[in-house]
């Protein structure tokens, strides 16, 4: 059972950290742990030569998330991270105000359920009657108007220097993952300038953005400055959660819908798309990006890095 209190120490220390103003390359970065071995299991196959291949597999399990007495949603994850999935779930879906004070989280391994206690009472039956599916992998899903308050939203105007990409992509493509490890999944990795702070992967996009989100709504993070980076599609979806979580720039190895650079374009959000190698397409918000660094100086990728999108 996962309680609240027993990562208090964790937050306050987190919270410290943010408030004492202390840089990024101080701060405890999370990452995916490809050697757990409750993610994947093995199985065995056979392949076009008849030849027999142990192959690590990762598992996707349901979860429940509560709010307060509220039956909200059941989620298809990996199982890492529950209680970070279902507090950003919550909080992208507008479930969750700024001001919410958490009481507790309960998480229940054995149930795959985590409820979610606020001090304020909740009660959001109309909002769950509609409902829409997205494009998401394992099938995303959010409740009420996709474009609520958006129209209000203003993005904060920071700078994007194109050798902070460069310099992230190479981090992030080579970093130990469960995607190296398995395949099969995303990622969604929060950075500051070059630095990559939270690394979180799921069999949806969606719950890898959705534990980022939990994590910066746990531990009061700044999103101003910050950079999210994704290996998958740049959706409606994807552009919806980055400007809901108040990020400025969305960057990602893979490609683009219509409407996601259509949304980002009337946000002034920064969409940063095909980051491979040498190469990157800025759709929307050119004007925070720097152009400091010279492409030709920088180095092809090697084949020991992810690919866009899960395999």
């Not at 599916?133 to 995303?140: M, N, P, Q, Y």
């Not at 130990?176 to 939270?198: M, R, W």
């Not at 893979?254 to 759709?283: H, P």
Request: hydrophobic letters at 35%.
């Amino acid at each position: 059972m996962f309680t609240y209190p027993s990562i208090a120490l964790y937050l306050a220390t987190v919270n410290a950290f943010y408030q004492d103003g202390v840089t990024h390359e101080r701060f405890p970065m999370i990452l995916p742990n490809p050697k757990d071995p409750t993610l994947t299991r093995s199985v065995q196959g056979t392949d076009q030569h008849g030849a027999v291949h142990d192959l690590r597999v990762v598992e996707e399990r349901p979860l429940t998330i509560y709010l307060n007495s509220q039956e909200i949603v059941t989620a298809m994850t990996i199982g890492d991270h529950p209680e970070y999935l279902a507090i950003g779930f919550l909080r992208n879906q507008a479930m969750l105000r700024d001001d919410d004070e958490i009481t507790c989280v309960d998480y229940d391994a054995d149930l795959q359920v985590v409820v979610v206690r606020t001090s304020r009472k909740t009660s959001y039956e109309e909002k769950m009657r509609k409902k829409t599916r997205t494009s998401g992998c394992a099938v995303g899903t959010v409740f009420g108007d996709m474009m609520e308050g958006l129209e209000t939203l203003t993005l904060p105007n920071a700078e994007l220097r194109s050798s902070w990409l460069y310099s992230l992509s190479r981090q992030i493509n080579t970093m130990p993952s469960l995607y190296l490890e398995a395949g099969a999944i995303h990622g969604t990795v929060l950075c500051q300038q070059d630095k990559p702070l939270i690394y979180m992967e799921d069999v949806g996009r969606h719950n890898a953005v959705d534990k980022v989100a939990g994590w910066m709504f746990q531990t009061g993070s700044t999103a101003a400055d910050k950079i999210l980076y994704t290996t998958g599609r740049l959706t409606s979806e994807m552009v919806i959660k980055t400007a809901n979580m108040g990020i400025p720039v969305l960057a990602s190895r893979s490609g683009f819908t219509a409407w996601g650079v259509e949304i980002a374009q009337q946000l002034n959000m920064t969409l940063i798309g095909r980051m491979r190698g040498k190469r990157f397409l800025c759709l929307s918000g050119q004007e925070r990006l720097v152009l400091d660094a010279d492409p030709e100086t920088i180095p092809d990728e090697t084949r020991a890095s992810r690919s866009s999108g899960a395999k």
